[in-house]
C-alpha cells in the first residue's frame, strides 16, 4: 500500500520563474487537496478536487496559482512567475470520499531565490 | 473566522505523560485531529475524535474534547524520544475539504 507521493520534493528557483509540483494521492482516493506551509505555522488550505473537478479554492490562491487533476488520478501545482514569498513547503493530501480522514504526502519544499 | 490555537513549546522527560492543548472557535466543527510531523517530512495522521465523543483512547493516545470550552488535548502515556515532533491539532467544520490547523507545538523528548 503505497502512500502520496510528491515530486519534487525540493526545488529551488529565481523570482520569476514558473514551477510545477506533483501528486500522486492514494490508489482509489477520489479526493485531492493541497496546502501550503511556511516556517513555524501549520498547513494552510489551498485547493481540493473531487475525481477531476476542482471543488473548493481558498482566497490564498492568488491568479499566479493554478492546480489541474485531469484524469482525476495525479494532480499538479503551478506556479507562474514566482516570487520569493511562495518560498513554503506544498502539502498535497488524499482521500475517499466516504470518509473523511486526510493523509499527507512528505510534501514540496519550494525556495525562491 | 475559523482559528485553532495551540501551545509552542512542551519539554517533557522520557517514560513521563506528554498533554497538549488546543483550543478551537468553530462551533460547527465534525471532527478533530491531531496530526505529527517530524522534521522535513509530511503529516502524520495520529488520532481524531467525532464531536460527539468526549473521549477517545488509542494505545498510549488518549483524546480528550470539551466541546462546551472548545477544548481538545492530547495525552501521550509513556513519551518516548521518538515522540519527539511538532503535533498539530486541526478541525474539519461543514466543509469536506478543508482542514483549519494550528502552528503546531514542539514536543522535546529528554532523557
Known amino acids: 500500500d503505497t502512500g502520496v507521493s510528491q515530486d519534487p520534493r525540493h526545488k529551488i528557483t529565481k523570482r520569476g520563474q514558473n514551477v510545477t509540483f506533483r501528486c500522486d494521492p492514494i490508489?482509489?482516493?477520489?479526493?485531492l487537496y493541497w496546502y501550503r506551509q511556511t516556517l513555524g505555522q501549520g498547513p494552510e488550505f489551498l485547493t481540493y478536487f473531487q475525481n477531476e473537478a476542482q471543488l473548493e479554492k481558498s482566497r490564498l490562491l492568488s491568479d499566479r496559482f493554478s492546480a489541474e487533476r485531469p484524469k482525476g488520478s495525479f494532480s499538479t501545482l503551478e506556479i507562474q512567475r514566482t516570487e520569493q514569498g511562495d518560498s513554503a513547503m506544498y502539502l498535497c493530501a488524499s482521500s475517499l470520499e466516504t470518509r473523511h480522514e486526510q493523509y499527507f504526502g512528505p510534501g514540496t519544499r519550494l525556495t525562491v531565490t | 473566522g475559523e482559528d485553532v490555537e495551540q501551545s509552542l513549546f512542551l519539554s517533557v522527560r522520557e517514560g513521563d505523560s506528554s498533554v497538549i492543548n488546543c483550543t478551537y472557535t468553530d462551533s460547527s466543527s465534525t471532527y478533530l485531529y491531531w496530526y505529527k510531523q517530524e522534521p522535513g517530512a509530511g503529516l502524520q495522521l495520529l488520532t481524531y475524535?467525532?464531536?460527539?465523543?468526549d473521549m477517545k483512547q488509542d494505545q498510549r493516545l488518549t483524546v480528550l474534547l470539551n466541546k462546551k470550552d472548545k477544548h481538545l488535548s492530547l495525552r501521550i502515556a509513556d513519551t518516548q524520544t521518538g515522540d519527539s515532533a511538532i503535533y498539530f491539532c486541526a478541525e474539519r467544520g461543514d466543509s469536506w475539504g478543508k482542514l483549519q490547523f494550528g502552528a503546531g507545538t514542539q514536543v522535546v523528548v529528554t532523557p
Open positions: 490508489s482509489e482516493h477520489n479526493r
Open positions: 475524535i467525532f464531536s460527539n465523543m
